[in-house]
């Protein structure tokens, strides 16, 4: 059990976990992405299931588990093509503003919400050319507020003023360097630089805005080592680089040279605010609990992590941990010490 | 080009080994050879994976932990019988269910369900005594036939008389008081206490063997006595000519041709006692390998001659369409609605309607069921922009078929090289040249007519069968 994950220089100390299974108000249905915004509030997209599209939703929360409402629904059954109603929700990021976009990756389009939620429109024509969106996942805006989408079915890249208009963009499908495989998350570091989840590849690759290729994150020191199916990256302000290895149920922290330093598993060691208010509701299910001898190992562990972002400001990371409905968040450490051996 | 009768066999090959093929799959497939086909079934090589779980996963990520919600757990299913390049392997999962069929009625995980399914895909074609011992271990069957419940001081005989009349012997091999010994055998064999659903969703169970709460008495089974434990049980049944000849027998049924219900077999004559005894042998003589009673059935002359022999499963139907029409080569959404489809017939997959499993041959037909199924069929093959039916409509074009009769003939051998009767042919006939010759200068309306011919094809009795 970590949940001190110390390297020289600097630890990610784990603080809290948000959320329960739920598929309306203060829980999450398969959250699939994550933005923060400066004060502390997030917001996360819930995939959730055909068989209950209740879920599809945008949550917003802050980090300190106060629930503030959510918005966005499902639009496929209801026969409607609004922007604020959703097939597959996808990706999410925040303009400078604070506005929030959301990604459809069905119907190929972005969907504006003000902070509160409100709809304020939306773009995106479904193709695959230049400006077109073909399966738009991850997003990020950059520092000029130009919003950068991953198309994962036809695997570009490509960036947008903040009401739509095409700017420019790379990418084609293939595994060579530059070329991708239904690629999924992106995040922007504070150069301008590109870091691309290259899903289908197992690797993570590095770009100028340009479109140029500068590295690719995909050590293979051994089989275990490799990543399966990374869905998400974000960088912190040092430059490390977090990856969220979704199929090995992991984040795969690595330095700024690309050279993996450490691992984490995840450490929800205690219940959330949401799960221990949905716990004090029904006493069988602490019983039930109690009798289980390795409940905390089992407990804290990521289950297909699909989503993950750093908030600068505060030095936080935060992990979508998906199929376990909740947010992981750990706390960047620079001037850690690991204490004296003898205590 | 492919000779048409190796087509038509490689066709019913796949229909039984596997949820049908394309014709394009299915002309690669004869150039490499009916045998070595069935080997590759058998063994598949290293390089295939199976369904594609993480496409599906990443886009409905609820179908991987779906917990007590069936609906997601059937999708996952269903979407790995289309996608899996190990059909056999599959199919073998499917076969385990209705031999070991565990329900989520009971179960409500759905979890618990696909992790029982997914063993029955690792082991379904090894060794039947690791597969029977493995079974035993297995949470949702633990939970399935109460053998949590079954304590040294309270023994319960659910699991042990099921082990006994449903997954190895059959009745009459066996007497009350082995029951008894069975369980006995088992008792101590549970489940850990498991992580409840709040807050987080369901958590994995796992099997427990608690030393403290077993029998360790001395039991006397099928005329063995012994301090024995669930494993000496599992020695000596499947060592028992009953049990070969009741494994090989659901083999039969499943593969090659529609058996008597099960609780008939202790009074009617398997269809084909000598093919009956061949497999036994083979099952016995290579102790107890599936595989490769597999392989010897498959590669057999009785297996070959059985073409449209056994009704098909409604798992099957629908299986075998989206195959043929080419929905769902990706987890497009609509997964949710198309998996119900085999419970509309009949076949709801992941909770059978009890223990013993489902009721095959004639059983899967009733008025309800046979319209549905004629439905599903009629309504995928009036989706002429699948890439499946765009490949059959350019296939005819490149072919030249222009005339009634060559319309209804591109259609059998279309949807498995299907054979007729005289009365059947001759009405699907009439009804082709009342449309006259097909006019490819207008390719949308020749779609529609040989969308419409499948859709009638689809419709008779012949179809029903694999």
Redesign the interface.
């Known amino acids: 059990m970590a949940e001190i994950t110390a390297v020289a220089g600097r630890a990610w100390v784990y603080s809290h976990n948000i959320g ?2 739920g598929a309306a108000g203060m829980g999450f ?2 959250p ?1 992405s994550i933005a923060a915004a400066k004060d502390g509030v997030l917001y996360v997209t819930n ?6 599209p209740g879920g599809i939703r945008v949550t917003k929360f802050t980090v300190d588990q106060e629930y503030i409402g959510e918005f966005g629904r499902q639009g ?1 059954a209801y026969g409607d093509n609004e922007p604020s109603t959703f ?2 929700i996808s990706g999410v990021a925040l303009d400078s503003a604070g506005d929030v976009y959301v990604a459809d ?2 119907q190929c389009r972005v969907a504006i919400f003000d902070a509160d939620g409100n709809p304020k429109g939306g773009f995106g024509v479904k193709g695959e050319g230049e400006g077109e969106l073909s399966g738009p996942a991850g997003m990020a805006f950059d520092a000029d507020d130009n919003l950068w989408i991953v198309n994962s079915f036809n695997s570009r890249i490509q960036k947008f003023t903040k009401d739509g208009q095409y700017i420019s963009g790379f990418g084609s499908k293939g595994d060579a360097e530059g070329q991708f495989e ?1 690629p ?1 998350g992106i995040d922007i570091d504070g150069s301008g630089d590109l870091f691309i989840a290259d ?1 289908g590849n197992n690797r993570v690759q590095k770009f100028t805005p340009g479109g140029t290729h500068l590295r690719t994150f995909a050590h293979q020191v051994n089989g275990q080592d490799a990543l399966n ?1 990374p ?1 998400d990256v974000c960088v912190d302000g040092d430059g490390d680089i977090y990856v969220a290895d ?2 090995n149920d992991r984040v795969v922290i690595y330095d700024p040279e690309g050279l993996p330093i450490t691992y984490l598993e995840g450490d ?1 060691v205690e ?2 605010k ?3 208010m ?2 004090d509701a ?1 006493p ?2 602490v019983k ?2 109690r ?3 390795d ?1 905390v190992e ?2 804290r562990k990521f ?2 992590p ?1 989503a993950i972002t750093f908030d600068r400001e505060n030095r936080r990371l935060l992990v979508c941990d ?5 947010v992981q968040v750990y706390e960047k450490d620079d001037e850690y010490m690991d204490p004296q051996i003898n205590l | 080009m492919s000779n048409k009768e190796d087509l038509a066999l490689m066709a019913h090959l796949m229909r039984r080994a596997g949820f049908g093929a394309t014709w394009e799959e299915l002309e690669a497939l004869v150039d490499k050879g009916y045998d070595a086909v069935v080997d590759e079934l058998v063994d598949p090589p290293a390089d295939r994976h199976g369904g594609k779980a993480e496409l599906l996963i990443r886009y409905y990520p609820g179908c991987l932990l779906p917990g007590g919600n069936p609906v997601m757990g059937q999708a996952n299913w269903l979407y790995n019988m289309v996608s899996t390049d190990k059909p056999l392997e599959e199919k073998m999962a499917l076969f385990w269910h209705h031999v070991f069929a565990t329900g989520n009625s009971k179960l409500d995980n759905c979890d618990q369900m696909l992790t029982q399914i997914q063993m029955f895909r690792e082991l379904g074609m090894g060794n039947y005594q690791e597969l029977i011992l493995e079974l035993s271990k297995n949470p949702a069957m633990i939970y399935w036939l109460d053998n949590n419940e079954n304590h040294r001081d309270a023994v319960n005989e659910n699991w042990g008389r099921e082990l006994l009349e449903l997954f190895t012997m059959g009745v009459s091999n066996y007497t009350e008081v082995d029951v008894r010994e069975a369980s006995r055998a088992f008792t101590g064999w549970t489940i850990t206490p498991k992580l409840p659903r709040q807050p987080y969703g369901r958590y994995p169970w796992r099997f427990e063997y608690r030393e403290a709460d077993h029998d360790f008495g001395e039991k006397t089974f099928l005329g063995q006595t012994g301090n024995f434990n669930g494993e000496d049980i599992i020695d000596i049944v499947v060592k028992e000519p009953a049990t070969a000849r009741f494994i090989c027998r659901h083999l039969y049924n499943f593969f090659v041709a529609d058996e008597p219900q099960v609780p008939a077999w202790t009074i009617e004559p398997a269809r084909d006692e000598e093919a009956l005894d061949n497999m036994c042998n083979v099952f016995e003589e290579s102790n107890y390998e599936i595989r490769e009673v597999l392989r010897f059935m498959l590669k057999s002359d009785f297996f070959k001659e059985a073409r449209f022999q056994k009704i098909k499963s409604p798992a099957e139907v629908v299986a075998s369409t989206m195959k043929m029409v080419g929905s769902y080569q990706f987890p497009d959404p609509g997964l949710a609605r198309i998996c119900r489809e085999p419970g509309y017939m009949g076949q709801d997959i992941l909770d059978p309607p009890s223990v013993e499993g489902w009721h095959t041959g004639s059983e899967w037909i009733n008025s309800g069921s046979l319209l549905a199924r004629i439905n599903f069929v009629a309504d995928s093959v009036n989706k002429t922009d699948l890439p499946g039916m765009q490949n059959i409509i350019s296939r005819m074009k490149g072919e030249g078929i222009t005339t009634p009769d060559e319309l209804l003939e591109g259609c059998l051998d279309s949807m498995g090289f299907l054979a007729l009767s005289d009365e059947t042919r001759e009405q699907l006939s009439t009804h082709a040249n009342e449309g006259g010759n097909l006019d490819w200068s207008d390719e949308a309306a020749a779609a529609e007519r040989i969308a419409e011919m499948m859709a009638l094809v689809g419709a008779t009795t012949e179809y029903q069968f694999a």
Not at chain 1, 322 to 326: D, E, G, I, S, V
């Open positions: 329960r299974n249905s398969q699939v995939r959730a299931t055909e068989q209950n496929l097939t597959w990756e069905w239904m999924d899903w199916h869905t979704w199929m929800a219940v959330s949401w799960g221990q949905g716990l029904n069988d299910m039930a609990r009798r289980v001898p409940m089992q407990q289950v297909k699909a998906t199929a376990r409905n909740r």
